[in-house]
C-alpha cells in the first residue's frame, strides 16, 4: 500500500517539473510593464550556458548595476506619426536608449512587433533623427520566435533593412537568425523559482555603412555574430532572463545580462520611492511609470494641478504598475493619488516636454 503515495508523490514532483510550451499568451502584449536589471556580465560563467537538455537547474549569480521600467507600449501609445506607419504591428518596445551625438541625435527609439499564434516577429523601428521621425521597416521581417516554441524545435529566418539618413548616410543591414530550443527545467531568479524553456539564437549580421562626406568615401561592408541565451516562463512576457554574448575569433565573450527583477533603488536610475510608491522616470518625458511595491492592484490613478484640482483620472489594469503617457499633460509638478481596494496611495510626478 505504501507504493501508492510514493507514485502518487513522484508524479507530483513530475508534474512540477515538467517542460513548458510557449504559446501567444505567454508573450509581450501592448501595456504590459517589467523591471528589468542590468547584471554584471563578469559574474556569469560561459560553461554554465552550455548547459542544454531536459530537467535543468540554473542558478546564476545576478547583481543588478542598473534598473529600468520597460513598457510594451499598446500602440495607441506611441507617436500617431509611427501609429500610421505600422499599421499592423501590435505593439512597440522602447527599451533602447537615446543617442546624442552633438550634430545628430536619436530619440524616442521604438521596435515595432507583430504577434499571431504562430509567431512573434520585428516589423520595424521608429525614431525621431535630429526631432523629426523616422520609421525603418524589415522586408523580410525578423522572426523571433515561431510559436508554439517546444523543446528541441529548431527553425530560422533571414530579415533586411535600408535606411538613408538625409546628409549623413546610409545604413543597411542582414540578418539571419537560428532558434535552437535547447534546455528546459528551473530558473533561480530575484522573482523566485521559474520553470522555464531556454533558447539559443544565433545572429549572423552583415551591415553595410556609407558616411556622406565632400570626400565620397565608399560604403564600408562589416560582419557581426552574435547569441542571445533566453530563458522564457509562462505568462512571463519578455525573458525573464536574456544573456547576449559576441562572438569574436571563433570564442563568446558575454556582453550583456537582462533580466526580470525587484525594486533596488541603489541602481534604479532616475527612480522615486516611498510609501511603497516607486515613480519611475523622474523627469518623465514621454511616459511615467507608477508601481506599488507591495503588489495592491491600482484601482485608479488621480493626476492633481499645483491648486489642487484634478486634471486627469487614469483607470487601473488590475496591475500593482500603471503606465501613464505623460503627451497631453503641460510640464510641471503633479501631486497624484493611487487608489487600491480600501487604500490611497500618493505621489509626485514630474513632466518636461
Known sequence: MRIIPFVCAMIMVLSVRAQISIQKSDLPSGGSVYLLSNGDPTQISLSDLQIIGANQNWNFTLNALTQNYDTAYDMSQVPIVFRLAFLSSDYADRLAPDINLGLISFTNNYSFYNLTSSKLEQTGTGSYISGLPFPTFYNPKDVIYRLPVDFGNVDSSNSYFSASFPTIGSWKEGKKR???????????????????????????????????????????????????????????????????????????????????????????????SGDNVTVYPQPANGNVIIALSNDEKIE????????????????????????????????GLYPVTLQTHGKTYRAKISVIH
Request: charged letters at 15%; hydrophobic letters at 40%.
Open 300 to 331: 485608479s490613478v488621480n493626476i492633481y494641478d499645483v491648486c489642487g484640482r484634478l486634471t486627469r483620472k487614469i483607470v487601473g489594469q488590475n496591475s500593482p504598475i500603471i503606465n501613464i503617457f505623460t503627451s497631453g499633460i503641460p510640464a
Open 178 to 272: 537560428i532558434n535552437h530550443a535547447d534546455a528546459w527545467g528551473t530558473l533561480k531568479t530575484p522573482l523566485g523559482d521559474k520553470q522555464v524553456l531556454r533558447v539559443r539564437s544565433e545572429l549572423f549580421y552583415s551591415d553595410t555603412v556609407k558616411v556622406d562626406t565632400p570626400f565620397n568615401l565608399p560604403a564600408v561592408p562589416f560582419t557581426r555574430h552574435q547569441v542571445e541565451y533566453k530563458w522564457l516562463a509562462k505568462s512571463g512576457g519578455f525573458p525573464v532572463l536574456q544573456v547576449t554574448t559576441n562572438v569574436v575569433g571563433g570564442n563568446e565573450v558575454i556582453a550583456q545580462v537582462l533580466y526580470q527583477d525587484t525594486l533596488n533603488t541603489t541602481a534604479a536610475q532616475n527612480v522615486l
